[in-house]
């Protein structure tokens, strides 16, 4: 059976469109606390959120769905959606929630969920919520209705939390550093935690209104950062996006650090300190061949999942890793979180670059990327992958390659976009042969 609002990261999409109104929401809510009503206690969610203007809308929304079905809220406001899945399991909630379209604009928004165990729900789970969507909601005799409160002391909760995961014998002391909030959920907590382990701090993106969050700022627009990193004089520049799980790096020449460098310094530092299980990062299809390689010189498997955190933490329980992640900076750590965090992976590449005392454009430029292309195509309808004209490109550019390079296409899981990748050692043909899957998509 398949999902008809959960996509690869929970529900997303436009607000007061598609699945993101506010009637949706209060639905989700209530099918979501019938399904996680589980034994005769008092059942109990906790919702964060980032810092959209929406995000009122659907936290009330949910809220009243949850508490109309006999369960109660707590409310933890702006917070990382790592956060959120460490709250929810700290403190012994029966579920979490955050509301967030990640890297999305502001007229975005979206519901993630997490079991009891800090862990974002398997596809199981999202096809009963939605099949209970679809039912009249068993709502709770007026006095069962749930009750709502808030928390005030969330934020520092998870800054003691992200500050443990940093070595006790370090310090970031002497170290200038740049970070990039997105004006999103980490607004205030990545400043403090860094600041409070002893780094001088440049701040931007921490002003959020509501409708700025991941504009010209964040993981996906670096531009303002790389600037700042130069004019400050600053050691290392550290980019989240709107929910904070992921993070992206701009060292002190002002170069741009993805996620593929940054998970290949961190396996290699952990193997170092022999803290590496499973022998092997879990990464996924859209990776770089030079990621691949360079573990392989340091006697690290990599294993390759389809794209979403989800499925690279899955990988990592069957295999025995604690550690995967994503090219776009999604990075798992699970000896220390159930999900993408990009302070704590912050944290990490700093404490390397404090143990190492190389400047950050030395120790990140850890492998010679082989040349890799992606293009996004948008689409109105239908299915294009499935049309004749497109498969037979793809074919022909998968022979092109003659096993000299990769070849992935797929459908976004969060927006109407065919996403084109290939790479390959030649990279002018990788930028034909891109180009035509694109064309042959788009005429479609």
Sequence with gaps: MGRKFFGTDGIRGRVNASAMTAAMALRVG????????????????????????????????????????????VWVGPMPTPAVAMLTKSMRADMGVMISASHNPYQDNGIKLFGPDGYKLSDADEIEIERLMDEEPQLAPPEEVGRIRRIDDARGRYVHFAKETFPDHLSLAGLKIVVDCANGAAYHVAPDALWELGAEIVELG???????INKDCGSTS????????????????????????????????????????????IAISMKDHGTLKGGALVATVMSNLGLERVLADHGIGMKRTKVGD??????????????????????????????????????????????????????????TPVPQLLK????????PLEADSVKAKIAEAEAQLEGRGRLVIRKSGTEPLIRVMAEGDDSDLVTRLVDEICDAVAAV
């Excluded at 209530?30 to 203007?53: C, E, N, P, S, W």
């Excluded at 790389?226 to 701009?250: F, H, K, M, P």
């Excluded at 996004?376 to 299915?383: D, K, M």
């Design 222 to 265: 670096v531009d303002l950062l790389q600037e700042t990193v130069l004019d400050e004089g600053a050691d290392i520049g550290l980019a989240l996006d709107g929910d904070a799980d992921r993070l992206i790096v701009v060292d002190e020449k002002g170069q741009v650090v993805d996620g593929d460098q940054l998970m290949a310094r």
């Design 30 to 73: 209530q099918a979501a606390g019938r399904h996680f009503q589980r034994g005769d206690h008092r059942h109990k969610v906790l919702i964060g959120k980032d810092t959209r203007l929406s995000g009122y809308m659907i936290e009330n929304a949910m809220s009243a769905g949850f508490a109309s079905v006999g369960v109660d809220v």
């Design 376 to 383: 996004n195509v948008r689409f109105g309808g239908g299915a």
């Design 310 to 367: 989800r499925y690279v933490l899955e990988e990592m329980k069957a295999s025995g890793c604690n550690l995967g992640g994503e090219q776009s900076g999604h990075i798992i750590l699970s000896d220390h979180a159930t999900t993408g965090d990009g302070l704590v992976a912050g944290l990490q590449i700093l404490a390397a670059l404090v143990e190492s005392e190389r400047p950050a454009s030395e120790l990140l430029s850890v492998f």
């Design 206 to 212: 921490t002003s959020p209104n509501g409708t700025n």
